[in-house]
């Protein structure tokens, strides 16, 4: 089906709006037409995106507070109707070896990848069950999610985290009875281009210069990434062809869940590689 007809004229709720994909996310479903509540805990960027994009709100939201994220859901569903695509977005970074890293950088990226993601579906969820009409959920896991990379322990985690909870939400739903209507979907963005690598956690003791590194790896990632904007559609189409898994760049990233698939199915253990960069190429 084609992504206008499938999500034209509904409502798009989207944590993580105001920069990445999560913008990009915001502008394309826009684009097809739908009024597209954004929600983000960084007020200026979720204001600037709403005066562009005509018709969408802003919400400030932590998505990190269960009662705040229950706050958006009853207030979206009582002004501007019922949520036809719920996007669990948000989430941060951490550089740094795992025995570096701040208990606090640890709990605060808990809070936002994982938490974020079930306080969202706990506010809206049943909201979109009660209403009875065809609504989609995507969670935002990563390439990462497939994947194990050194000095980026605990956002690699949180992604396999998000990817485990939403194969395991798509069959509570269809257990349920409602998968008729919820249609439950895994995103796996690769390199797509955002501000995640500069704002990511750090580590104040033991190895600083190795996190360091990594962040200008990743920033020189940052440089071949791809369009936010671009990543969106490619996932809007996806999501109404039927799709599970929504890919960015369905070959780059399809390579690495194969080569997960290989690892695990030979028992093979975790192998450091020589490099760890964006092929554009690939895709």
């Known amino acids: 089906m084609d992504a206008r007809a499938t999500f034209g004229g509904g409502v798009a709720v989207i944590t993580g709006a105001g920069n990445g994909i999560g913008a990009g996310l915001a502008r394309h479903a826009a684009a097809l037409g739908m009024t597209v509540v954004l929600v983000d805990i960084d007020a200026p960027a979720i204001a600037a995106l709403r005066r562009e994009l005509a018709g969408s709100v802003d919400l400030v939201c932590d998505v990190r507070d269960p009662e705040a994220l229950e706050r958006v859901a009853a207030q979206v569903y009582s002004e501007i109707g019922p949520v036809r695509l719920l996007v669990n977005n948000a989430g941060v970074e951490q550089f740094g070896y795992l ?3 701040p208990v606090e950088n640890w709990d605060r990226l808990v809070d936002i990848n994982i938490n974020g993601v079930f306080h969202g579906i706990r506010a809206f969820l049943p909201r979109m ?70 704002s990511a956690g750090g580590v104040d003791d033991g190895d600083v210069g190795a996190a360091e590194a990594q962040r200008t790896a990743m920033l020189d990632i940052k440089a071949e990434a791809m369009d936010p904007v671009e990543a969106a559609r490619v996932v809007f189409d996806q999501s109404a062809a039927g799709e599970f898994y929504l890919l960015t760049q369905p070959e780059y990233v399809g390579n690495a869940m194969s080569e997960r698939a290989a690892v695990l199915a030979e028992r093979r253990a975790p192998a450091l590689r020589t490099t760890q960069r964006f092929d554009p190429t690939q895709d």
């Open 129 to 198: 069950i009660a209403a009875d009409t065809p609504s989609w959920v995507w969670n935002l896991s990563s390439i990462g999610g497939v994947a194990a990379v050194p000095l980026q322990a605990p956002y690699i985690m949180s992604k396999h985290a998000v990817l485990a909870l939403t194969e395991c939400l798509r069959l509570e739903v269809e257990l349920a009875g409602h998968a008729d209507r919820i249609h439950v979907q895994a995103v796996l963005p690769g390199a797509v281009k955002s501000n995640i690598f500069e």
């Open 99 to 101: 025995w570096d890293t």
